[in-house]
C-alpha cells in the first residue's frame, strides 16, 4: 500500500523517504551483485522490505525525489564500452584484403643503434618520434645475453617491442604535410585521415612469417635506406632499395628472437587489422599496444564490491543523521 499523503511532505518524511530509497538501492545492488548464499548476503528479509518501503514512498511521491540507480538501464546507457578484439589462433589462410608479400630480405635493427655502414641513421628517433629511445625507456639492447624473454633486461619497455620499419613516410619531410602519394595509395587512409602532417601509418601491425612460424608487430619507423617506395610496400613491386641485398623490411631483436633469424634473411610479411592479432608476447608491453590500453581500462574486478560498500556508508551516514522519535 503507498503511503498517503496529505499536503506538502514535511522535511522528516523526507528525510525518512531518502533512507528508503538507499535501502532500496542498496537491497538491489546487492541481489544483483551477491550470489545466494554468500556471507554477504544475509538479512534478506530487511533487505525485501525496505525495497518495498522505497518503492511505496516513490509511488506516493513521484516527482519529488530522484528514481534510485537501475543497473540495466545504466547497462543500456550511451557510456562508450571497452573495445572488443577477437583473437583468433592462427592468421588468416584464405582470403583476406591484405596479401603476403613473399621472400623479403629482413634487416635487424633497434631503437638507439648507433649509425654504422649497414645502418647510416641513428636510431635514437624515429621517422615520426623525435624522442623514440626516450620514450620506449632506453636502449633496446640487442645482444642475447642483455635480454629478458622478448625485452631488454635492465628496463620494462614503455613501448611495443615488436616493432618493425617498412620503406615508406606518408610524411613529407622538411614541410610535414601529408604527401599525395598516401592519399592514393594506402589502404585505409580515409578512415583514419586526420589533418594534414599526422600519420596514418605509425602504430599499424603487421604479420611476419618464417617457416612455420608466424609473429606480430607495429609499425615504428621508416626503412630500411628509402622512405617513398609505395609501390613496394601497397603494391605489388619489389623493393627498390638496392643496399643490404635489397632489404624491404627492419625488425627489431624481439621480432628476430622469436622467429629465430639473423639478419639479412628472408620472410614474408602482410597488413593486419588489430582484430586479427592473437595472443602473444607483441601484447604485453607498450603505452601504443592497444592490447596493454585496453586492459588498462576494464574495470576492476572488485569494483561491484567497492559499490556495496559505499551504498552501505550512504545508508549509516543517513540512520546516524535521522532525528528521534519522540
Known sequence: MALPLIGSPSPCLLRFLVGCILLGTLAGAEAQILTPGSALSGGSRTTGSASLLAANAMASLPNALPAPFDPAAASNSATPSLP???????????????????N???????I???????????????SWDKDWESNFGGYDDPDDSS???FRPKKFVPRQNS????????DIQPG?????SSARESVPWFKKEFQRSGQTVLKGRWIAIRRGSKVCYAQWEDCGPFETDDWEYVFGDKRPSNKNNEGAGLDVSPAIKSYLGFSTNATCDWRFVDTEE???GPWRDYGDNNPF????????????????????RELRDEYLRNMPLAR
Open 112 to 126: 638507439g643503434e648507433k649509425p654504422s655502414a649497414r645502418n647510416p641513421t641513428p636510431n635514437n628517433k624515429s
Open 175 to 179: 614541410t610535414y604535410n601529408t604527401k
Open 104 to 110: 623479403i630480405v629482413a634487416t635487424v635493427f633497434w
Open 147 to 149: 635480454r629478458l624473454g
Open 292 to 311: 596493454v590500453r585496453a586492459k588498462s581500462m576494464a574495470p576492476s574486478a572488485d569494483a561491484p564490491a567497492e559499490r556495496i560498500v559505499k551504498l
Open 277 to 279: 592479432v592473437p595472443e
Open 84 to 102: 572488443r578484439v577477437f583473437a583468433p589462433s592462427q592468421p588468416r589462410t584464405s582470403y583476406t584484403r591484405y596479401p603476403w608479400k613473399r
Open 162 to 169: 615488436f616493432y618493425i620499419a617498412l620503406p615508406y613516410n
